[in-house]
């Protein structure tokens, strides 16, 4: 099937996995079913039951069976077994598009074209680690030898968002495992189904039981329970900077477990009058802001820019953001998806508002709409945005980008820093030592110099935040050293040899 043959997708058509997955099957048990909406329609499109305790207890039992299992396997047949998935995953690409785009604000053919290979990827390229991991041999006497091993956690508790269900996931779980451990995964509420899917081809893949489950319900009952467990040993979690604080109070209720936090941002690009071409900075700019609707927690939400080319940029992007097409996600033809959910649209539509009775410019969009029941919210421009104003404060996630002028250069750098997120910006220059500077000031944790965003081979460098972005770095070595656990081992000769002479005697 093409992407064009995917694009006339019929929503009713998808058929969605049932129950829980845990130990290899599909589990029915679950506290009060929770409808799963569809964001393009309005429409329900299947239910979950909620895991509480019990279930999440019998989801970690099995993953503590499943890691035993894992971690008897040589380290070449985990990373063989991880490929085997990735190749499964290329198989299912479009069941797994499907999946991803009927309930999540993801496009079938983006999904198609982009998030299920990067899933591949990602799980090959952690797979390649998975027999290349190491431990060291630090100085020591002669006498002596000490040796510093690395271990798994065991299982590892992994909370992700609705933005890029999939993808989000796989991100974590794919170092988890290939560091030894074995995960129960927490999916969004909202999007529960795609991961689902993608753990059902580990066990096709020949994954041992358990060594991927996936449970599905609210953050409050399901998310908490996993957290407090005691037989998780460490939680990831990718969500907002509001979730990630009660997350770390649960983990240290639960007896001190470390957690790892990919949470908000608010990024800015940072574009000086020495940019070049300001078509292609365009370009870059509504893609980084409008791209998932701007449901993306790197999205570059502001914009700080020199006044001397501040008016010609703002238009250029305004008219690329009038041309975008809202619509469901299953047509090829959109490219501006919904919003997730009426209460997460509600909210952009009272931060935008606010903002310009606060004293911003409105250049283009702000009105929210309402298509076949889905909620839609068009390309925004907030312009003279200053740091007192909501727009500067808050994460919109949105299609809203707030426009600041700068017209000294030395000014340029503490605008753009943020007083609390600090995920990712970009500059755009054409002066090498302009960009260098930019680089080294941006208190981000990942700065693109001339472009905006991703790219799949970005996996190999770290992803994280600053401040209140988070911590513990996702993506490339880090994203699995946070994964292991290192163990001092100190073997002493001297000593062995007088005990065997006690033994002899
Ligand atoms: P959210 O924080 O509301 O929920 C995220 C996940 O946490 C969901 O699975 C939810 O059920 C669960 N959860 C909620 N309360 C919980 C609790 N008390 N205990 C345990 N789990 C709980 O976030 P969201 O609305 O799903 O996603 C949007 C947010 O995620 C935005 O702030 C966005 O910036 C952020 N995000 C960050 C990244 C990144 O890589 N830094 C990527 C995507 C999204």
Redesign the pocket.
Known sequence: MTTSSLATLVPDTVAVPRGHWIGGRSVAEGGPPLAVLRPSDGRPHGEVGEAGDAVVGAAVAAAQRGQAAWAALRPRQRGDLMRRWADLVDRDRERLARLEAVVSSRAVHEALATDVPAVAEWLRFYGEYADKLEGTVTASGDDRLSLVLREPYGVVGV??????PLF?ATWKLAPAIAAGNAVVV????LTPWSVHALAELAAEAGLPEGVINVVHG???VT??A??RHPGVGYVT???????SA??MA?AAAAGIKPVAL????KSATLVHADCGDLDAVADHVTWGITRNAGQ???AGSRLVVDERIADELVDKVATRMRALVPGPTWSAATTLPPIISERQWQRIDTLVRRTVEEGARLQCGGTPQRLDGGCFYPGTILDHVDTGMTGFRE?I?GPVLCVQRFTDPAQALSLANHPVYG?SAAVFTRDVSRALEAARGLKAGTVWVNRWGRTPEMMTSPFG?YGQ??FGKESGRAGIDNFLRSKSVWIDFAAAAELSQGGRR
Do not use: H, M, Q
């Open positions: 909370i992700t968002p609705w933005n890029f989000l927490k999916a969004s509420e609210t953050g409050p998310g908490r996993l957290v979690f990718t969500g907002s900077t509001a979730t009660r997350i649960d990919e949470l908000g941002g993306l927690c790197y994460e996630f995920l935040g972005s988070g």
